[in-house]
């Protein structure tokens, strides 16, 4: 029998950050991924501490921005990648009022450091923006491939990920602990976004999928070098290639494409640019998100030793490092919860 502190199922953003977490504090522990593209891979990779359609700052971001901010750039430098580049984002403005609403909340005090008080002029030929643009502080696009197979590879060395389905059916709590196979645990760790509905532990009502839909497309006459928002955003992917959208359709957890999102997506796009482009891809993924729009943290009664950390929506890449913190804070020195995290507020 193999011992281990900890079992981790998934990795994507909540995997990984829990990974550190529990190598930072001398833990051992073993993943359990197959390697399938969960929304972690089929994001846009965008870190940004704002709410663009509200002009407003994401929930809780002053608290989750710098943890955020210094977890990546301290792994680029453990990978020897740089897969967190730093990069404004160009919102573009659609009216004067909206000009005047960025001008107000850029004076707010929780949205000074994100917020540029300057309008800036539309210079690119290809892009419709006679409003010009808001420009967003602080934010960066996180090459999410980089990401993942390097942090695999990573663990792969270590001896430290079975690359296999997890099989629910495999997984027995014994006394002060779990067995999963030929592997003891303490706990084991369901980090699995939108698959958790497959996970017969997981109360299911309390999880949300919501699917999202992406183009990539090749324009190269619209050289654009940063992050854009519009009604979709656009993100450079190099080569004259471009990721655009996203969709949001609730209570969706499948990854089939469809025409609809295509013709939405595309529609909004020929808001935004003037020069030809290509369709040459389109994917989906599935947000897991909740009713109130907050993390799934912690345990349940009747399995003390199967712990969640999902529910982390669009804002993954913005909570994930701090929330591992906590999580880690909750397993290891009985610190609780906050109520608003705990996946017991659902039940």
Not at 276 to 291: D, S
Not at 309 to 327: D, H, Q, T, V
Request: aromatic share 10%; charged share 20%; glycine share 8%.
């Amino acid at each position: 029998m193999i011992e281990k502190d900890y079992i981790i199922v998934g990795l994507g953003i909540a995997g990984i950050t829990l990974c550190e977490q529990l190598q930072n504090n001398g833990k051992s522990f073993v993943v359990i991924d197959n390697g399938a593209k969960g929304s972690t891979a089929k994001s846009g990779g965008v870190f940004n501490p704002t709410v663009l359609k509200r002009f407003t700052a994401a929930w809780n971001a002053s608290t989750f921005y710098p943890v955020a901010i210094n977890y990546y750039k301290t792994l680029s430098g453990k990978l020897g990648k740089d897969f967190f580049v730093e990069t404004p984002i160009f919102r573009i403005f659609k009216s004067v009022e909206e000009q005047n609403n960025w001008s107000v909340a850029s004076d707010k005090k929780e949205l000074r450091q994100f917020l540029s008080s300057e309008f800036l002029k539309n210079d690119n030929p290809a892009i419709e923006a006679p409003f010009g643009y808001g420009k967003i502080l602080g934010t960066a696009q996180i090459q999410t491939d980089i990401l993942l197979s390097e942090y695999r590879n990573l663990l792969l060395k270590a001896n430290s990920l079975l690359a296999e389905v997890f099989q629910y059916n495999d997984v027995f709590q014994k006394e002060n602990g779990v067995v999963y196979k030929n592997i003891s645990a303490k706990k084991i760790i369901f980090a699995e976004g939108a698959q958790a509905v497959e996970n017969p532990f997981f109360p299911k009502h309390t999880l949300i999928g919501n699917k999202g839909e992406y183009l990539i497309i090749k324009a190269p006459e619209l050289k654009l070098k940063t992050l854009l928002k519009g009604p979709v955003y656009l993100i450079p992917l190099g080569n004259d290639q471009y990721k655009v959208g996203a969709t949001y359709s609730r209570d969706d957890y499948s990854l089939h494409t469809t025409n609809e999102a295509k013709e939405e997506i595309l529609l909004k796009l020929k808001t935004v640019i003037n020069c030809p482009f290509q369709l040459i891809g389109h994917t989906a993924g599935v947000r897991p998100t909740t009713k109130d729009h907050r993390p799934l943290l912690g345990s349940l009664k009747e399995n003390p030793n199967f712990i969640f950390f999902n529910g982390l929506g669009s804002r993954g890449f913005l909570m994930a490092p701090l929330l591992s913190e906590i999580l880690f804070n909750y397993l290891e020195n009985d610190i609780p919860l906050p109520k608003e995290m705990n996946i017991t507020r659902m039940l």
